[in-house]
T-cell receptor, first 116, second 110 residues
Framework: NAGVTQTPKFRILKIGQSMTLQCTQD?????MYWYRQDPGMGLKLIYY???????DKGEVPNGYNVSRSTTEDFPLRLELAAPSQTSVYFC???????????????FGPGTRLTVL | SQKIEQNSEALNIQEGKTATLTCNYT??????LQWYRQDPGRGPVFLLL?????KEKRKERLKVTFDTTLKQSLFHITASQPADSATYLC?????????FGAGTRLAVHP
């Protein structure tokens, strides 16, 4: 199993450009998450999904969009890149049974994005 | 707002000693806490989970405690090794998500 994979590893964008960060997991996990991590800060949740076709906002969703058409894929879209979106982005997945209160998250290697 | 707080200062210890990292939570009562390890340039990796009704959990050289009175979790690494040098993240369980602390960087010196 590859686990959680993310592409690209690095990207430099100009202000106003758009891009999609790809995330794929091969563990048949129902939950998937997108976080951003700024230097010295904790992981901030951008969006999450509890299953195909269902997404919800996290703590910092502004400037981002997501979709979940399959169990495996959870792409993150930046429509109009701004310098404030310079960060490291992590995708994660977990398997949670209905009614279960805990989950262990498996993280991808991250995408380092710079907006100039 | 719900917060998980960790000591932002790096912890420097000598090889062989016990490292103790602290995690405090405020404005909510997590049903469980998790600890992750993060190496530079990599994603976090899960280490341990402890539930609110568990006082202590162990895994090899790792030990985690959960004190609901102090609203605190302690993470211990015994007989520390230079290979244990990393950033350790604490996360509290929330509705459909985890709330992460900023992490504490541990440096173990030979």
């Amino acid at each position: 199993n590859a686990g959680v994979t993310q592409t690209p590893k690095f990207r430099i964008l100009k202000i106003g450009q758009s891009m999609t960060l790809q995330c794929t997991q091969d563990m048949n996990h129902n939950y998937m998450y997108w976080y951003r991590q700024d230097p010295g800060m904790g992981l901030k949740l951008i969006y999450y999904s509890v299953g195909a076709g269902i997404t919800d906002k996290g703590e910092v969703p502004n400037g981002y969009n997501v979709s979940r058409s399959t169990t495996e894929d959870f792409p993150l879209r930046l429509e109009l890149a701004a310098p404030s979106q310079t960060s490291v982005y992590f995708c994660a997945s977990s398997y949670r049974l209905a009614g279960a209160s805990t989950d262990t998250q498996y993280f991808g290697p991250g995408t380092r994005l710079t907006v100039l | 707002s719900q917060k998980i707080e960790q000591n932002s200062e790096a912890l420097n210890i000598q090889e062989g000693k016990t490292a103790t990292l602290t995690c405090n939570y405020t404005n909510y009562s997590p049903a469980y806490l998790q600890w992750y390890r993060q190496d530079p340039g990599r994603g976090p990796v899960f280490l341990l989970l402890i539930r609110e009704n568990e006082k202590e959990k162990r895994k090899e050289r790792l030990k985690v405690t959960f004190d609901t009175t102090l609203k605190q979790s302690l993470f211990h690494i015994t007989a520390s090794q230079p290979a244990d040098s990393a950033t350790y993240l604490c996360a509290g369980g929330g509705y459909n998500k985890l709330i992460f602390g900023a992490g504490t960087r541990l440096a173990v010196h030979p």
